[in-house]
């Protein structure tokens, strides 16, 4: 499953806040943007689908090789928020 996102403008300037809802599978591959350089890039988020909760994960940019955290919460099977923020904190 492939999702692009906008920013949610009411967060703070150093993070991303997606407000996604979509349904888990197996691996979910999601469009983000990059902290830092600002190019999307795809990421694949390996979520069981029994997990129920928040976690947060560390992907490098493809484009600038940057550290992006990814904080998300997953409820009843769908992945309903995603923040990207910097990942060299």
């Known amino acids: 499953m492939q999702n692009g996102y906008v920013p949610n ?3 703070k300037e150093s993070a ?8 888990m599978s197996a691996e979910t591959a999601l469009t983000v943007t990059c902290h830092f350089c ?8 390996e979520i ?6 928040s976690n947060t994960e560390i992907y490098d940019c493809t484009v ?7 904080q998300y919460t997953v409820t009843h ?13």
């Open 9 to 11: 403008q009411d967060v």
């Open 64 to 70: 600038c090789c940057n550290p992006n955290k990814l």
């Open 16 to 23: 991303t806040n997606l407000r996604v809802n979509c349904q």
């Open 77 to 89: 099977g769908s992945l309903v928020n995603v923040l990207v923020s910097d990942g060299n904190e």
């Open 48 to 53: 069981d689908q029994s997990f129920e909760g």
């Open 38 to 45: 600002f190019n999307e890039i795809e990421v694949d988020l």
